[in-house]
């Protein structure tokens, strides 16, 4: 490289570098908070006072930082374990949507920093579930999921808002228990379902039976109404005229003072021997 390639060289160096640092400094000075996010402004190590609203913002280069705070609903899994009213170990696996005040952004980094999940939510979590789930036995822990899904959005958010996270929905993904616990829940409940079809056909067979009962009732009851109309409707000459309607033809044998048909034999032969003599 010869002596003008040199020369050139540095006007070319003297004029990049200032340009390349002015950039780097334009570059420092211009921060883009995120739609949904608030900016929290350190200036050296200090946390200031406010926030950053979304959009593009200035800083002094080289001495302010901004660290981003995600202020949309989040979610959080957390897995503990707590003791039921009767002392069996339920094991929970939660999932919590949350989100952080944008307001309070500033304070929650200045207190706490950005681990604030582990710091200050896990532990309200464990607290707050361990102090609901002592009021409900093993078993009625399963059947009152969204009440203490409810007790634990409240009592979250008791714990919590004063520092700015505020708890919106808490979803249980799952009670585990002792396998010794879900073995007899089982046995109950095959048992509840072997008494319940039981007291089922018991039920059935009570009701067939008074059915049967009734019907039979019904049936006597009709047969006596139609015996009485039936005896009501026998007049004397009813009955004399279903007797001619019922006559073979042959003489009656015998005479009797209730029967109107007397016995004519007799009388037949008596005729006969008259007319031999």
Same mark, same amino acid.
């Given at each position: 490289?010869?002596?003008?390639?040199?020369?050139?060289?540095?006007?070319?160096?003297?004029? %990049?570098?200032?340009?390349?640092?002015?950039?780097? @400094?334009?570059?420092?000075?211009?921060?883009?908070?995120?739609?949904?996010?608030? !900016?929290?402004?350190?200036?050296?190590?200090?946390?200031?006072?406010?926030?950053?609203?979304?959009? @593009?913002?200035?800083?002094?280069?080289?001495?302010?930082?901004?660290?981003?705070?995600?202020?949309?609903?989040?979610?959080?899994?957390?897995?503990?374990?707590?003791?039921?009213?009767?002392?069996?170990?339920?094991?929970?696996?939660?999932?919590?949507?949350?989100?952080?005040?944008?307001?309070?952004?500033?304070?929650?980094?200045?207190?706490? &920093?950005?681990?604030?999940?582990?710091?200050?939510?896990?532990?309200?979590?464990?607290? @707050?579930?361990? =102090?609901?789930?002592?009021?409900?036995?093993?078993?009625?822990? @399963?059947?009152?999921?969204? %009440?203490?899904?409810? !007790?634990?959005?409240?009592?979250?958010?008791?714990?919590?808002?004063?520092?700015?996270?505020?708890?919106?929905?808490?979803?249980?993904?799952? $009670?585990?228990?002792?396998?010794? $616990?879900?073995?007899?829940?089982?046995?109950?409940?095959?048992?509840?379902?072997?008494?319940?079809?039981?007291?089922?056909?018991?039920?059935?067979?009570?009701?067939?039976?008074?059915?049967?009962?009734?019907?039979?009732?019904?049936?006597?009851? =009709?047969?006596?109404? =139609?015996?009485?109309?039936?005896?009501?409707?026998?007049?004397?000459?009813?009955?004399?005229?279903?007797?001619?309607?019922?006559?073979? !033809?042959? %003489?009656?044998?015998?005479?009797?003072?209730?029967?109107? $048909?007397?016995?004519?034999? &007799?009388?037949?032969?008596?005729?006969?021997?008259?007319?031999?003599?």
């Amino acid at each position: 490289m010869d002596h003008k390639q040199k020369e050139l060289l540095k006007k070319v160096l003297v004029i %990049l570098i200032p340009v390349v640092l002015v950039i780097i @400094v334009l570059a420092s000075s211009i921060v883009v908070v995120d739609a949904g996010h608030t !900016g929290v402004v350190v200036t050296l190590g200090s946390v200031n006072e406010g926030v950053l609203e979304e959009g @593009v913002h200035l800083k002094i280069p080289f001495v302010q930082k901004v660290v981003k705070i995600n202020n949309r609903i989040t979610k959080l899994e957390v897995a503990t374990e707590a003791f039921s009213k009767d002392l069996q170990t339920v094991s929970t696996t939660l999932a919590i949507n949350y989100r952080v005040d944008s307001e309070m952004s500033y304070s929650i980094y200045k207190n706490i &920093g950005s681990s604030y999940e582990d710091v200050l939510m896990a532990p309200a979590v464990n607290e @707050v579930l361990k =102090a609901i789930t002592a009021k409900y036995t093993a078993e009625e822990s @399963v059947t009152n999921r969204s %009440l203490i899904s409810e !007790g634990l959005v409240k009592g979250l958010n008791d714990k919590l808002n004063a520092a700015g996270l505020y708890i919106t929905d808490v979803n249980i993904i799952n $009670f585990d228990f002792s396998d010794a $616990f879900i073995t007899a829940i089982e046995e109950k409940q095959v048992a509840q379902q072997q008494l319940l079809k039981a007291e089922t056909e018991k039920q059935t067979a009570i009701t067939n039976a008074e059915a049967e009962a009734e019907s039979v009732r019904i049936k006597a009851e =009709a047969q006596a109404e =139609a015996n009485k109309i039936l005896s009501q409707s026998l007049t004397d000459e009813i009955i004399d005229y279903n007797k001619v309607e019922k006559w073979n !033809g042959e %003489l009656p044998m015998v005479t009797g003072d209730a029967d109107p $048909f007397i016995s004519l034999e &007799g009388l037949q032969d008596d005729e006969d021997d008259k007319k031999g003599n």
